[in-house]
């Protein structure tokens, strides 16, 4: 199975910056797309930003600008850098990987437990 770890979540003002940080670890034979969602109080969880193996990213529109994902393959994390954060970033930020495990054909979605970021004055 796959595990997740993040970490890197906490209080920030408006204004403010935080990195997200994931690392990916266990029986893992291939990791293609890697990122982030969010998830407000009362609300869906939501896409913030993914990353596939090849570097290729997506933003949602919200955070466009303001967000930068990126991947260290060989380490096998996904770090979210959140610069500009506004009180509507406030949510549970979840790590996502899709990944192939060794033995297994299939591709599956893994998620992290969540870190919660608040964006307040």
């Known amino acids: 199975q796959v595990q997740l770890v993040e970490s890197g979540g906490g209080l920030a003002q408006p204004g403010g910056s935080l990195r997200l940080s994931c690392a990916a670890s266990g029986s893992i034979y291939s990791i293609n797309t890697m990122g982030w969602y969010r998830q407000a109080p009362g609300q869906q969880r939501e896409l913030v930003a993914l990353?596939?193996?090849?570097?290729?990213?997506t933003y949602a529109d919200a955070v466009k600008g303001r967000f930068t994902v990126s991947r260290d393959n060989a380490k096998k994390t996904v770090n979210l850098q959140m610069n500009s954060l506004k009180p509507e970033d406030t949510a549970v930020y979840y790590c996502y990987v899709g990944a192939t495990i060794r033995g297994s054909r299939y591709e599956y979605d893994y998620w992290g437990q969540g870190t919660q970021v608040t964006v307040s004055s």
């Open positions: 990353i596939t193996s090849g570097g290729t990213t």
